[in-house]
């Protein structure tokens, strides 16, 4: 179905998108693509660099543009969005109407534990300490559940085999 041609992986900061997403693509035999990695080729700045320039809000312009663009001019990909890229609705319904969107899920505990020491390169949480990280990720995902529980799939707690993972979608 044309739909897998182009797969998203939805989650966030720290739930595996971007490695689950290689193996997906080989498996696959597709390009992979990392939304926050085309950014940072299209503004020849890092992601943190970008927030520190111009702010958040315009990363997230930056972020539906190159989305879209990336939608645009590939026939097929498994693409790794990152953790807020989903958060809009033009964007989920865009990744919706695009192609076969997954959701990587755990719980906010989880999270803090595998984002602690990933911190830096991550504008959002680099500042904050353990206590603060668990209750920003608590927070965000309240806030950020709405939309990823609109993907197309779910899986949890990486408790599928990509081989299967294949066949369900
Ligand atoms: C963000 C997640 C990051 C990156 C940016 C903002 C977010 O991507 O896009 O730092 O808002 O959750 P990863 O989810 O790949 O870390």
Redesign the pocket.
Known sequence: MAYKNKIFLIG???SG??TLGKRLAKKLDKPFLD??VEIEKSESLT?NQIFEKFGETH?REL?SKVLKALIINNKQFVL?L????PCDKKNMDLINNSGASIYLKYNAGILASRLIGGKAE???IKNLDENQLKEFITNKLIEREVFYDQCKFTIENNNVRVEDLIELI
């Open positions: 966030f900061m720290g998108k971007t939304l926050d992601i990363f972020e790794s990152g953790g807020g890229t991550r504008p959002l």
